[in-house]
């Protein structure tokens, strides 16, 4: 099978849902899935489901748990950096048929890694490896670089009428 390289984007909804998706698809034909997750560290309602199939997905996470806002500091950047090597070193094993970046656009756009180390990656893609790569603000340079992209648009969302993030539905 050969793989491609799928881009989730947007200010809406359903990002990270719709990888996670196609990591139970991916899992349904048997193949194994490597989720990689930028800026989050924690217990969130995904980790919890997803270790029941801990024999064909794992999940590492490569933030320190804390909101980014302004410059990162060096803490978060050199997890951001350990979280590219594991990922190139999970890439080149051979053994992940799906293998997500989440969050790897708002990883770049805050400047925890470049758009170029998400480009090198996209170039050093086996053949039979699908990549998806989510998050908001995806360069123009990975959209182009893609093989699919689907932008997420908010038409309308209850967290504008202060909805607070939601137990199993939004974390």
């Known amino acids: 099978m050969r793989g491609y390289v799928q881009v989730y984007t947007g200010n809406g909804k359903g990002k990270t849902t719709a990888a996670l ?13 490597f989720i990689g997750q930028f800026i989050k560290l924690g217990e969130y309602s995904e980790i ?18 804390r909101f980014l806002k302004g ?8 997890a951001a950096r350990k979280g590219l090597a594991r990922i190139r070193e999970v890439m080149a ?5 799906l293998i997500i970046l989440e969050e790897a656009n708002v990883a770049a756009k805050l400047g925890l890694i470049t758009v170029q180390d ?12 699908e990549l998806v790569i989510t998050g908001r603000h995806a360069s123009r340079r990975i959209i182009d ?24 539905i939004e974390k």
């Open 21 to 33: 998706g196609l990591a139970l698809r991916a899992v349904g034909a048997g193949l194994k899935v």
């Open 71 to 78: 410059r990162p500091s060096p803490e978060n950047i050199a």
């Open 118 to 129: 998400i480009l090198d990656i996209i170039e050093a893609k086996p053949d039979d490896v």
């Open 48 to 65: 919890k489901a997803l270790r029941r199939f801990s024999d064909q997905i794992q999940v590492e996470q490569f933030g320190l748990g």
């Open 93 to 97: 094993s051979g053994q992940y048929q």
């Open 145 to 168: 670089a893609a093989d699919l992209v689907t932008e997420m648009k908010s038409i309308k969302h209850y967290f504008d009428k202060g909805v607070e993030a939601r137990l199993g």
